[in-house]
């Protein structure tokens, strides 16, 4: 089974805090994506990355950036944490090819004081 | 651009009874379609999905979607829902050519079953 895990289920920090995210997954896909979850807005794509230190702006990538160095860890970084960063955060990942579904984390809740 | 409509937030079942969770798309071509599940405090499980080939698309925990290209439709449907089915649910298209398999979701609709 493929497993795609995150660091923390929950995490608080305060406001101006730089926040790391990490993902890691053990099936040597090529894709990896980060999402945030909100009520009523589903799942936005904030980056994704389809290589090694390769990556691809989403939909809403303000105020966040990733890291990729090695090809299972995908890591979101939270430059400067606000409070409308308070969110679910969701990683994935998938092969390369495109009949393939993405393959999530358990998410990780961030709150932001 | 591509993107997805659920049209409601939430859809109120009774156990035994069918379920249905709608979903329309907008894509450039061909879609690659897909529904996943979200249980509480979880992340998202995949149900099934639809890439090419027939219409009717038989998934896990007994559910199934129907593809309609010409309403551009994927509904989600199980004949008898149980109360474990409650969860929230996500449709998501891809387009042929969306740059690295990128996903598009709808805002999801959460699915009561009362015993």
């Known amino acids: 089974d493929v497993k795609v895990t995150q660091s923390s289920r929950y995490l608080v920090k305060r406001t101006g805090e730089k926040v790391f995210l990490e993902c890691v997954q053990d099936m040597d896909h090529e894709n990896m994506f980060w999402y945030r979850q909100d009520p009523g807005l589903g799942l936005r794509l904030i980056y994704f990355s389809y290589d090694v230190k390769m990556k691809e702006k989403g939909d809403i990538p303000e105020g966040y950036s990733v890291s990729r160095e090695k090809k299972e860890r995908f890591s979101l970084i939270l430059e400067s944490a606000s409070t409308n960063q308070t969110s679910m955060y969701l990683c994935a990942s998938s092969p390369s090819w495109r009949s393939y579904e993405q393959y999530f984390g358990p998410g990780t809740r961030l709150t932001v004081t | 651009a591509q993107s997805v409509a659920q049209p409601e937030d939430q859809v109120n079942v009774a156990e035994g009874n069918p379920l249905t969770v709608k979903c329309t798309y907008s894509v450039s071509g061909n879609p690659y379609l897909f529904w996943y599940v979200q249980y509480p405090n979880r992340g998202l499980q995949f149900l099934l999905k639809y890439i090419t080939g027939d219409n009717l698309v038989k998934g896990s925990y007994g559910f199934e979607a129907e593809f309609n290209k010409s309403q551009t439709s994927f509904h989600l449907k199980k004949p008898s829902a149980l109360v474990s089915d409650s969860a929230l649910y996500f449709c998501?298209?891809?387009?042929?050519?969306?740059?690295?398999?990128?996903?598009?979701f709808g805002g999801g609709t959460r699915v009561l079953v009362k015993p």
């Open positions: 998501a298209v891809r387009g042929l050519r969306a740059a690295g398999n990128k996903l598009t």
